[in-house]
């Protein structure tokens, strides 16, 4: 049984997403909220496996929550629901740890696929989120194609293929292996293999650490 936290400031749609989802065999709704503080408090409560969750509230927006859920409850699965596509948005939710997102008006049988798809480990972007983040990765990409100090580099022995220098990229912004993979539209095992050439150019095993080194290759 799949239990799902349903966070939004809009009543209606609350309600609508409970109609649709509580219908669904394996599917749970272990609460409703309306903002994101109190999802936090509720999620703590009730463990949910996924949250649904609104990206523009009062009280407390839903990427701060998101962020703060991901810190307290890691295993949680959240994805975040919106009406609209705006880049910052994206960016933020996805470096602050999100599974994906939801479309408002995608049909009823989306949703449901996508929660159960989530389930299974995919990180998951509607095509119109994710052309949109892909255009804005390959904006930032061009913005910061000098961004990795080449005179550095080369003082420090690494050399890195382009490939390699846009996982680095979104490595520094905190991506994970698996939002690489989404982002990059690339699979999560070609991810990791790439992440450990990067490991062993570096000569470390450890995330953190190659993160602590790449930043120092970074002009500021």
Known sequence: ?????IVDDQRL?????QTILQSEDGLHIAGLCENGLEALRMARECKP?????DIKMPVMDGIEAMKRMKRELPGTIVLMLTTFAEDRFIVDAMAGGADGFLLKDMPARQIVHTIREAMNGGVMLPVPIASRLAAKLSVLSDERADALDDAKIRESGYVFTERERKIILLMIEGYSNRQISS?????EGTVRN???VIYNKLGTSDRQAAIAILRGLLLE
């Open 49 to 53: 496996d996924v949250v649904l969750m």
């Open 1 to 5: 049984m799949i239990s799902i936290l």
């Open 183 to 187: 982002s990059l539209f690339m699979s």
């Open 194 to 196: 790439y992440v450990s």
């Open 13 to 17: 749609l609350r309600e609508g997403l």
